[in-house]
């Protein structure tokens, strides 16, 4: 197959979209298949076979680099005809989208909780009338309206977001959450607790949560803050894994014998195991990666039900509200008073859902052969 990939920056350390780019180009490029990549900024691709199509959209504002980028990727397609084209966003054109971001209509809304009383409705006019948003909801409108591509869901609530919003036909979605590599994140990891709990200064027979996240506020970490508040009597520790700003830590100064901040690690298969459990009150995830890789390292998840990745927890951790303190704290007593301390930490993995990358990068390298000559 001839295949091309359009995504912005098509780097491996940018972010999780970014990432699966990257992993599915030479999955497909080790398979034998030609790849080509549409994008403005490259890593030099670890194979060969992989041709970097650099474009140059305009840079700022980022509204205007959205567009711009949009326009010239449709551009560049047109020159390759026979090609496969498969986007995560931010484009006009493809044959196959995955909205890794899950659905940008959505997530404006749930996003928008984070804001409370009369501060909430301001914020989402101001947001409303940005230039990115206009472009973004525009873009997303012409997909589902007027391209209509083959639509891979990462989770089961974004196929039924986009069912919902755009009345588009299930036929056309395909289900494929995310995998991830089951031999790295194992309950196995869990032989250097010790060792990753004397370096963030955490005692053996402490309980210990853990937040992983890049973007602390989309995350819940204030949320996550008034829980801790409220939870005097309770012994645990917080282990926050990510960059926390200037805000993040004002807010935990008050918790300074709780939270431990961690900053960016490149070892969570290690970190997951050496704590008790995964805490995410994200206000919106299209599938955190960060449950499914906490789950598949043996530690029970608590997480909203505006977190597509939801969908694997079940009798393992809780599922709550988003921007909802009271109902985090009480699920935190819950996971606290069934320490699993001296309990050996088991797998949840591919038998109950979870798949290895390489699995659903098979499944889409067989829908884009389904689709050859059509």
Same mark, same amino acid.
């Given at each position: 197959?001839?295949?091309?990939?359009?995504?912005?920056?098509?780097?491996?350390?940018?972010?999780?979209?970014?990432?699966?780019?990257?992993?599915?180009?030479?999955? %497909?490029?080790?398979?034998?298949?030609?790849?080509?990549?549409?994008?403005?900024?490259?890593?030099?691709?670890?194979?060969?076979?992989?041709?970097?199509?650099?474009?140059?959209?305009?840079?700022?504002?980022?509204?205007?680099?959205?567009?711009?980028?949009?326009? %010239?990727?449709?551009?560049?397609?047109?020159?390759?005809?026979?090609?496969?084209?498969?986007?995560?966003?931010?484009?006009?054109?493809?044959?196959?989208?995955?909205?890794?971001?899950?659905?940008?209509?959505?997530?404006?809304?749930?996003?928008?909780?984070?804001?409370?009383?009369?501060?909430?409705?301001?914020?989402?006019?101001?947001?409303? %009338?940005?230039?990115?948003?206009?472009?973004?909801?525009?873009?997303?409108?012409?997909?589902?309206?007027?391209?209509?591509?083959?639509?891979?869901?990462?989770?089961?609530?974004?196929?039924?977001?986009?069912?919902?919003?755009?009345?588009?036909?299930?036929?056309?979605?395909?289900?494929?959450?995310?995998?991830?590599?089951?031999?790295?994140?194992?309950?196995?990891?869990?032989?250097?607790?010790?060792?990753?709990?004397?370096?963030?200064?955490?005692?053996?027979?402490?309980?210990?949560?853990?937040?992983?996240?890049?973007?602390?506020?989309?995350?819940?970490?204030?949320?996550?803050?008034?829980?801790?508040?409220?939870?005097?009597?309770?012994?645990?520790?917080?282990?926050?894994?990510?960059?926390?700003?200037?805000?993040?830590?004002?807010?935990?100064? %008050?918790?300074?014998?709780?939270?431990?901040?961690?900053?960016?690690?490149?070892?969570?298969?290690?970190?997951?195991?050496?704590?008790?459990?995964?805490?995410?009150?994200?206000?919106?995830?299209?599938?955190?990666?960060?449950?499914?890789?906490?789950?598949?390292?043996?530690?029970?998840?608590?997480?909203?039900?505006?977190?597509?990745?939801?969908?694997?927890?079940?009798?393992?951790?809780?599922?709550?509200?988003?921007?909802?303190?009271?109902?985090?704290?009480?699920?935190?007593?819950?996971?606290?008073?069934?320490?699993?301390?001296?309990?050996?930490?088991?797998?949840?993995?591919?038998?109950?859902?979870?798949?290895?990358?390489?699995?659903?990068?098979?499944?889409?390298?067989?829908?884009?052969?389904?689709?050859?000559?059509?």
């Amino acid at each position: 197959m001839q295949v091309c990939i359009a995504i912005e920056k098509f780097d491996p350390t940018v972010g999780g979209a970014e990432r699966y780019c990257w992993d599915l180009a030479h999955y %497909l490029a080790e398979r034998g298949h030609a790849l080509d990549i549409i994008c403005m900024h490259a890593q030099k691709p670890e194979i060969d076979a992989i041709h970097v199509n650099l474009i140059q959209p305009v840079r700022f504002p980022q509204a205007l680099r959205h567009l711009s980028f949009a326009i %010239l990727q449709y551009l560049k397609a047109q020159e390759m005809p026979a090609h496969i084209h498969f986007c995560v966003g931010n484009a006009f054109f493809m044959h196959i989208y995955q909205p890794h971001g899950g659905l940008h209509k959505t997530w404006f809304v749930r996003e928008n909780l984070r804001y409370s009383g009369v501060v909430r409705p301001c914020m989402h006019l101001i947001r409303r %009338l940005s230039p990115k948003d206009m472009v973004q909801r525009g873009m997303e409108w012409w997909v589902f309206r007027m391209t209509q591509p083959e639509v891979i869901a990462i989770s089961g609530m974004v196929a039924e977001d986009i069912r919902s919003a755009f009345s588009y036909p299930a036929a056309k979605i395909h289900l494929m959450p995310n995998g991830i590599d089951t031999g790295r994140f194992s309950p196995a990891k869990r032989s250097k607790r010790a060792e990753i709990r004397a370096r963030f200064g955490l005692k053996d027979d402490e309980f210990v949560f853990v937040f992983v996240a890049n973007n602390f506020a989309l995350k819940g970490f204030y949320v996550l803050v008034d829980a801790c508040l409220s939870m005097d009597y309770t012994p645990f520790k917080v282990l926050v894994i990510g960059e926390p700003d200037c805000w993040a830590r004002s807010e935990a100064r %008050l918790l300074s014998d709780t939270i431990v901040f961690g900053g960016k690690v490149h070892d969570l298969e290690y970190v997951y195991p050496a704590c008790d459990c995964l805490v995410h009150p994200t206000y919106y995830d299209a599938c955190s990666l960060v449950v499914i890789e906490a789950l598949a390292s043996g530690i029970p998840v608590i997480t909203t039900d505006t977190n597509g990745a939801s969908m694997f927890v079940g009798e393992n951790g809780r599922i709550i509200p988003p921007h909802a303190p009271v109902s985090l704290a009480n699920a935190m007593r819950e996971m606290h008073s069934k320490t699993r301390k001296g309990m050996e930490q088991r797998a949840f993995l591919p038998e109950s859902d979870f798949r290895d990358s390489s699995e659903v990068f098979a499944e889409i390298e067989a829908l884009m052969e389904g689709m050859r000559g059509t």
